[in-house]
Each structure stands twice: as C-alpha cells, then as structure tokens.
Nanobody, 122 residues
Framework: QVQLVESGGGLVQAGGSLRLSCAASGRTFSTYAMGWFRQAPGKEREFVAAINWSGRSTNYADSVKGRFTISRDNGKNKVYLQMNSLKPEDTAVYYC???????????????WGQGTQVTVSS
C-alpha cells in the first residue's frame, strides 16, 4: 500500500513558476517509477511527466517539454515537478501516481494522490 500526497499548487500568472511536490509513504518508494498527470475540467486525464526509480530516466509530454522538470529524492520519499513558463492551458488538477516503469498511460499507474490545483491566469 502506498499513499501519495501532493502539494505546491496555487494561482500564478502566465509566465510564472510553481514547484509541485508529492510525498509518498512506504519503504519501497525507491523501487517505483513515478508519474505526474493532470486533468482540466471537461477533459480526460493526461500524462505530463514520469521518472524511473533511480531518477536517471525521464519522459515528458510534448506540451510541457522544455518547461517542466520532474525529479525525485528517494531519501525523502518525494517526487517533484518544477513548472516554468506556465501557460493558461496548464491549468488543471495535477496528480502524482506510482507505477513499475515509465508509462504514459494512466491505467498503468496503481496508486494516486488526491491532486493539487494549478491555475494559471492570463
């Protein structure tokens, strides 16, 4: 059983930055791949970024590549999403999730946090 708690969301102007954090429970955090997904009102949940267990391999959605950076600290059981140059279309609830490998499909992830709201004003 893994519990995930996201934090760091908020309201920011276009062009600004936010850093999301996801704290995970459990002693086996360092063996999991972690992903960030987002869901805007009326839209499907979409892949944002993922990182493998060691942090050496990452994957990004084209829409965020070059603006967002995923990282992890296995000593602290945390994964982060640094979001720069934010755009109004980045507005969504952001979720972190656990998987065995880096996947882009949300149904490959077994545990999810409750989400944190990110709102980007124009």
């Amino acid at each position: 059983q893994v519990q995930l708690v996201e934090s760091g969301g908020g309201l920011v102007q276009a062009g600004g930055s936010l850093r999301l954090s996801c704290a995970a429970s459990g002693r086996t955090f360092s063996t999991y791949a972690m992903g960030w997904f987002r869901q805007a009102p009326g839209k499907e949940r979409e892949f944002v970024a993922a990182i493998n267990w060691s942090g050496r391999s990452t994957n990004y959605a084209d829409s965020v590549k070059g603006r967002f950076t995923i990282s992890r600290d296995n000593g602290k059981n945390k994964v982060y999403l640094q979001m720069n140059s934010l755009k109004p279309e980045d507005t969504a609830v952001y979720y972190c999730a656990v998987s065995t490998e880096i996947y882009r499909d949300y149904d490959r992830y077994g545990y999810w946090g409750q989400g944190t709201q990110v709102t980007v004003s124009s």
